[in-house]
Structure formats: structure tokens, C-alpha cells
């Protein structure tokens, strides 16, 4: 079993709707990361999170230490949003990064 | 801040050549990551920087890749001999000083390699 999984691994919807993406991890962390990856190749890191919740702009990002769990968020989506999101976190024995398989997500208008 | 930058953003050479691919990262920043994605097994971490100094290369393949910052503007990473399963997409990243290892990481464009 991969130490980060994420869901779905690939997502379509229309433009407007709620998105949710889901990262679960069995390691103890001391933070977790989301990324975006364009069509392009471009990575662009969207949050840090070690606790509670972030926002910017339409995305928001929560993580629940306990559960080990977290969510990646986007209200109001648009074609622009299209792009791969990857999960990371860094593992508080060693700093080690482990990566998730990113979810690709499609928004049609 | 013109962000990270990366040179060259594309790169064909043929097997056995060496390949130096550069890294220039946001000024002030002074932790330095290089990364590897291939389709096959996603984004790798090959190897980082803190200080200049390298902390973790763990994530090298092996002795024909080599990596140096030889100041806190500037990093190389070397193959040499090489291979076509080296073919990736290769990517840099900075992050600013802080007490933590892994902090907010800004990626550069990457450089697509392509080794025939």
C-alpha cells in the first residue's frame, strides 16, 4: 500500500462545481503539501498545511492530523483550473518527501 | 523576483553524451531541491541543498548523476554517461529559511530532457 493515496485519480466535471481531492497518509508528518502541475509541466506549490485550514482565493486546503487526512478544495471551478493536483508529505522521522500520484482534473465549460 | 529559473528549458543530446542542466533560485532562498518526473514513477527528489551544502542525495540514481552548488545563486546537475531512461522531465525548486527542511517550495519551469 503507497503511503500516500490520493482520490479520485482522475476527475471531470463542469465549470462552476464544487471540487473536492483527497489525500490520505499512513506516516507521521510535520507538514503536507499541494501542488499543481499544468498541461504545460509547470509545478506551482499552492499550500504547506501541518494544521486546520488555508485559503487562497478559490482554494482552500484542511488537514486532519488525527485522521491523517486531507482535502484540497476548489469553489466556483474553471477551465483554468484544469491541471494535475499532487499531494506530498514530509515525514517527521526523517524530512523524507513522499509524493502522491496526483489526481488530474478536467473542468469543461 | 523573477522566480526560479532553469536552463536549458529543453535538452536532446544522444547516448553517452554528458548533460549539465542549471538551476537559479529565488534570491534569499537557501534551501535548493532538484527533481526528477518521469511518467513511469511520477516526481522523485534527487537530491537537496541547504547552505550550499548537500543534505540529502539519497534520491541520485547512481554515480553518473552528480549535483553541485558551488554558491547560494547557482546549482548544477550533471549526467555523465548519459542514457535514454534518463529522458524526464527534470525540475528545480528553492524554499526561504526557516527551521523547518521542507518549507513552502517554489518550482522552477523544469528542463525536458531527451536522451536518444
Known amino acids: 500500500k503507497n503511503e500516500v493515496e490520493q482520490s479520485p485519480q482522475n476527475l471531470t466535471a463542469q465549470e462552476g462545481e464544487f471540487i473536492t481531492i483527497n489525500c490520505s497518509y499512513s506516516?507521521?508528518?510535520?507538514?503536507l503539501h499541494w501542488l499543481q502541475q499544468h498541461p504545460g509541466g509547470g509545478i506551482v506549490s499552492l499550500f504547506m498545511?501541518?494544521?486546520?485550514?488555508k485559503k487562497h482565493g478559490r482554494l482552500i486546503a484542511t488537514i486532519n492530523i488525527q485522521e491523517k487526512h486531507s482535502s484540497l478544495h476548489i469553489t466556483a471551478s474553471h477551465p483554468r483550473d484544469s491541471a494535475v493536483y499532487i499531494c506530498?508529505?514530509?515525514?517527521?522521522?526523517?524530512?523524507?518527501?513522499?509524493w502522491g500520484a496526483g489526481t488530474k482534473l478536467i473542468i469543461k465549460p | 523576483d523573477a522566480g526560479v529559473i532553469q536552463s536549458p528549458r529543453h535538452e536532446v543530446t544522444e547516448m553517452g553524451q554528458e548533460v549539465t542542466l542549471r538551476c537559479k533560485p529565488i534570491?534569499?532562498?537557501?534551501?535548493l531541491f532538484w527533481y526528477r518526473q518521469t511518467m513511469m514513477r511520477g516526481l522523485e527528489l534527487l537530491i537537496y541543498?541547504?547552505?550550499?551544502?548537500?543534505?540529502?542525495d539519497s534520491g541520485m540514481p547512481e554515480d553518473r548523476f552528480s549535483a553541485k552548488m558551488p554558491n547560494a545563486s547557482f546549482s548544477t546537475l550533471k549526467i555523465q554517461p548519459s542514457e535514454p531512461r534518463d529522458s524526464a522531465v527534470y525540475f528545480c525548486?528553492?524554499?526561504?529559511?526557516?527551521?523547518?527542511?521542507?518549507?513552502?517550495?517554489?518550482f522552477g519551469p523544469g528542463t525536458r530532457l531527451t536522451v536518444l
Open positions: 525548486a528553492s524554499s526561504s529559511p526557516t527551521l523547518e527542511i521542507y518549507n513552502e517550495q517554489f
Open positions: 534570491s534569499g532562498h537557501n534551501s
Open positions: 541543498f541547504n547552505n550550499n551544502v548537500p543534505i540529502d
Open positions: 506516516v507521521g508528518i510535520s507538514a
Open positions: 498545511l501541518s494544521s486546520g485550514k
Open positions: 506530498a508529505v514530509v515525514r517527521d522521522s526523517n524530512y523524507q518527501l513522499i
